[in-house]
């Protein structure tokens, strides 16, 4: 495959992210498998382990194709020609051994040397000033993305001749229209009254057996007082009542359920015999 030495930008940023995430997958995975079998073990050599694992990824990538994991996908690698023995050497030691020194001084030294902290501080705090610095003359440049990179004199090169980003739109359409939909579903759902068209559609279902006659115009007594027995459910969520309530029909509910029903729909009416709340309003049992 002919190698073309532009690559956009914005594709060796994605190429150091999928590197990244990929390498994390590998290792959570393995690490989380290893834990399962022997947590005690697992916490012993963890450093090691992460050095191992680290090292694999590396000799599976660069080492052997001259490109990250993250690169391949993209169909990017670094230069060959620049990428020498000794570039590689000093490409394993300042990408892979740094994280298990730090894990090493943290996990290895049962005293703290003041000294030795204090000089990974100053190295991490110095490689991230320097990081940025690169950033910006990466944007500048559009060459070497990483501090590796420019200190190891390392740059990207494409494999495909055609360079235009390719950018699939079926999936940011469809990603649109589910996020319109989910605002209008946030606008809409506060403002439907789920209770009112849950006693429709029970009017509806049973034919009109449930009318709402109001206790002033019902035949019998205008008032029963209910009776809470052991075996008493309320009558809308057929659970043990919880601070029970009635509205003079002799049927027992929950303050929630009876409260939330009436005040969210004027025209609520006891789902077993049909009467509406009467004008005094919801009593304690």
């Not at 620049?82 to 570039?87: A, E, F, I």
């Not at 990408?95 to 943290?106: H, I, Q």
């Not at 740059?155 to 980003?165: P, T």
């Not at 729909?265 to 304690?284: E, H, N, T, V, W």
Request: some cysteine; proline content about 4%; aromatic content about 10%.
């Amino acid at each position: 495959m002919e190698k073309n030495k532009y690559v956009p930008r914005v594709n060796q940023i994605d190429a150091i992210y999928l590197n990244k995430d990929i390498a994390r997958l590998i290792r959570d995975n393995l690490l989380e498998n290893l834990q399962a079998i022997s947590p005690v073990l697992f916490i012993k050599i963890q450093p090691e382990l992460d050095l191992l694992i680290q090292s694999a990824i590396w000799f599976g990538s660069v080492g052997k194709r001259c490109s990250t994991f993250g690169q391949q996908l993209l169909v990017l690698a670094y230069d060959a020609e620049k990428l020498t023995v000794s570039r590689l050497v000093l490409h394993f030691i300042l990408t892979v051994l740094p994280g298990y020194v730090k894990s090493w001084e943290e996990r290895r030294l049962t005293r703290r040397v003041e000294w030795f902290s204090e000089a990974i501080t100053w190295v991490e705090n110095s490689a991230l000033i320097l990081n940025i610095l690169n950033y910006f003359r990466f944007l500048k440049t559009g060459r070497k993305p990483t501090l590796v990179d420019y200190l190891l004199g390392l740059d990207y090169i494409s494999l495909r001749n055609n360079q235009r980003r390719d950018i699939g739109y079926k999936y940011l359409t469809r990603e649109l229209l589910w996020g319109g939909f989910m605002e209008i579903l946030g606008l809409v759902l506060p403002i439907i009254n789920f209770r009112k068209l849950q006693r429709l559609l029970k009017s509806w279902t049973f034919g009109g057996a449930i009318s709402g006659r109001r206790l002033e115009d019902r035949d019998g007594p205008a008032f029963l007082a209910p009776q809470m027995t052991l075996s008493t459910t309320c009558t809308f969520c057929g659970e043990r009542p919880t601070l029970p309530h009635h509205m003079g029909c002799g049927h027992i509910y929950c303050y929630y359920c009876l409260n939330a029903n009436v005040l969210t729909d004027a025209s609520f009416c006891c789902p077993k015999c049909g009467s509406a709340c009467p004008d005094s309003g919801i009593q304690s049992v």
